[in-house]
């Protein structure tokens, strides 16, 4: 059984950072995309980044751009998705996802997702 777990979430301040760390069990990922999405307090889930399984090409959300980071470590069968200049506006619950079958800014096209981890940024 495939599984993905989130780490890394917490309580930060506005301006500050955080490093969201995934990993996956179960089976191989390395030859997969991965990606993290999000969900804030009464919306809807939405897409924040992913990345190719070789790591080369990344997608970001514009709310994040330019702030967030997401990379791989195959060797680890890792993905990290870190954070700087944090707002208030990205409180969220944040999910690993992998092997997107479709668009990946649905989170339904994912094949595997996790939990979720969640960060919470005070004003």
């Known amino acids: 059984q495939a599984h993905l777990v989130e780490s890394g979430g917490g309580l930060v301040q506005a301006g500050g950072s955080l490093r969201l760390s995934c990993a996956a069990s179960g089976r191989t990922f390395t030859s997969l995309p991965m990606g993290w999405f999000r969900q804030p307090p009464g919306k809807e889930r939405e897409f924040v980044a992913a990345?190719?399984?070789?790591?080369?090409?990344?997608f970001y959300a514009d709310s994040v751009k330019g702030r967030f980071t997401i990379s791989r470590d195959n060797a680890k069968n890792t993905v990290t998705l870190q954070m700087n200049s944090l707002k208030p506006e990205d409180t969220a619950v944040y999910y690993c996802?992998?092997?997107?079958?479709?668009?990946?800014?649905?989170?339904?096209?994912?094949?595997?997702r996790g939990q979720g981890t969640q960060v919470t940024v005070s004003s």
């Open positions: 990345i190719t399984w070789t790591g080369r090409n990344t």
């Open positions: 996802a992998a092997d997107p079958d479709g668009d990946y800014s649905y989170y339904s096209s994912w094949n595997y």
